[in-house]
């Protein structure tokens, strides 16, 4: 066994429930996984010893709805959007013809590249979609190449009907050969149900579907408008629904009394200039909220969980602790992990070290690079 001890911990956030954050603290990590934290002065000696240098530690931070399994650039869509051209849903087709013209070894490349972005600000755990192929055989290596750097793998045939097809010829596609072919690399299935996608009738075929070959299911929903994706997300007990834009009182009263998480996913509405969700009304209701990036050349092209705990705070009336709890602990559990996100004892030691001396510091400087140091498994990426 070998063991590091982290001192200089001017803040500790554990998510310890009697003590979730921590002043003046010391972390000590073995084999990978916490062992002990508490106050610097009762640290235990360890094999190995780093001085943090009193800046703020907080978990990894968990990314549970991410599309980096692309090719292409679809900048020129953003700036028709800044001059005031809605966002669509069928903006998604454009990135599917440059995803199956490019090779495996570019999009091996486009993936390697966003994750180190999003390392380089503090995420330890991401959640990768497929949903840019549409055919059995690119939506197979979308996910076989993701699979290469995370267990959190999403299929996601069920993104948009591509050109040219019948919607239930296509859905039939995604729960038959697309579903088999797809299944050996992934752990979820997903579905956007939304005009312009799929409808609730079909959104329940596929995840059924999903189910039978061992798949946990999730959903986009009511990010384009009002609909009946959220209740059905929380009638079917998914983890999580992602989105949450446009929600009705009944919509809010479901997501309290099934435990479904809303993944609310800021850079969307930053980037599509759509309405904030309420994010405090949530909160308020009892229903349970993460934060990811959903990064994707489209309508949330950023990988950074920092700026989305930023907006979440200055736009959606989330208190910085609130923020950074969803886009850690929080996050963890929309992807029914209970091992990331956290530090309590037992934990893997993910974890990230901040140009700061507390974690309000990711709200109230927002734009500046503040993570000095990503930790995966108590050792620096």
């Not at 989330?318 to 037992?346: F, I, K, S, Y």
Request: glycine share 10%; with cysteine; charged share 20%.
């Amino acid at each position: 066994m070998s063991s590091l001890l982290v001192t200089g911990i001017a803040e500790l956030t554990t998510w310890e429930p009697e003590r979730p954050q921590q002043t003046d603290a010391a972390l000590v990590v073995v084999d990978g996984r916490v062992a002990w934290h508490g106050p610097a002065r009762q640290a235990p000696a360890a094999d190995a010893a780093v001085d943090v240098g009193g800046a703020a530690v907080i978990p990894g931070f968990c990314d549970s709805h991410a599309h980096l399994m692309f090719a292409g650039d679809r900048s020129a869509e953003f700036a028709a959007r800044m001059s005031g051209q809605p966002y669509q849903a069928g903006g998604i087709r454009s990135t599917v013809a440059a995803t199956r013209a490019a090779s495996d070894e570019q999009l091996a490349a486009n993936l390697a590249r966003l994750v180190a972005e999003m390392q380089a600000q503090g995420t330890t755990t991401v959640e990768v979609k497929s949903g840019y192929g549409l055919t059995v055989a690119d939506e197979a290596r979308a996910l076989a190449i993701a699979r290469q750097v995370t267990d959190e793998t999403t299929f996601l045939g069920a993104h948009v009907v591509p050109e040219g097809s019948d919607a239930d010829d296509y859905v039939a596609l995604v729960t038959g050969p697309m579903l088999a072919a797809a299944a050996p690399h992934a752990r979820w299935i997903d579905v956007f149900c939304e005009r312009g996608a799929f409808d609730v009738d079909q959104a329940r075929t596929v995840l059924a579907a999903g189910a039978a070959a061992g798949l946990a299911g999730r959903l986009h929903a009511n990010q384009l408008g009002h609909g009946d994706g959220v209740r059905l997300a929380c009638e079917l007990a998914l983890v999580a629904v992602d989105h949450c834009t446009y929600l009705s009182p009944a919509d809010v009263d479901a997501l309290a009394g099934s435990g479904t998480i809303a993944t609310l996913l800021p850079g969307v509405e930053f980037s599509t200039r759509s309405p904030w969700p309420d994010a405090r009304g949530l909160l308020d209701a009892g229903v349970r909220v993460a934060l990811a990036t959903d990064c994707n050349p489209g309508s949330s092209f950023t990988s950074s969980m920092p700026l989305c705990i930023a907006l979440a705070v200055r736009e959606m009336r989330m208190t910085p602790t609130e923020a950074l709890r969803a886009a850690t602990e929080t996050g963890a559990a929309a992807l029914a992990r209970d091992d990331v996100g956290h530090l309590r004892v037992g934990a893997v030691a993910d974890f990230a070290v901040l140009a700061a001396p507390s974690a309000i510091h990711l709200a109230y400087r927002p734009g500046v690079p503040l993570v000095t140091g990503t930790w995966r498994r108590g050792r620096p990426v």
